[in-house]
Nanobody
């Protein structure tokens, strides 16, 4: 079984930065895709960014140039550096790890961007 625990969320003002971390325990394999999703109130969950085992990254258009995803296979961790935050980035951010055979989610961490 895999457990994902997110941390690093909080309340920030527009233009500020946050770094989210996700620590994974259990049967995580280096070829799993790791990523971050978010869900704002009354909206569907959406992909924010993902990173493959070969460190190929994919970003939502709304965060390109502002967010950076990275992974540490040795420590089974994935990170999301978020810069120039906007009020529309406010959401619960979820860590995800998946492969052809599995799909795991963390419980989420709240990010609120407000003045």
């Amino acid at each position: 079984q895999v457990q994902l625990v997110e941390s690093g969320g909080g309340l920030v003002q527009p233009g500020e930065s946050l770094k989210l971390s996700c620590a994974a325990s259990g049967d995580i394999f280096s070829d799993d895709v790791m990523g971050w999703y978010r869900q704002a109130p009354e909206k569907a969950r959406e992909l924010v960014a993902s990173i493959s085992s070969g460190e190929t990254t994919n970003y939502a258009d709304s965060v390109k140039g502002r967010f950076t995803i990275s992974r540490d296979n040795g420590n089974n961790a994935v990170y999301l550096q978020m810069n120039s935050l906007k009020p529309e980035d406010t959401a619960v951010y979820y860590c995800n790890v998946h492969s052809v055979y599995s799909n795991y989610w963390g419980r989420g961490t709240q990010v609120t961007v407000s003045s």
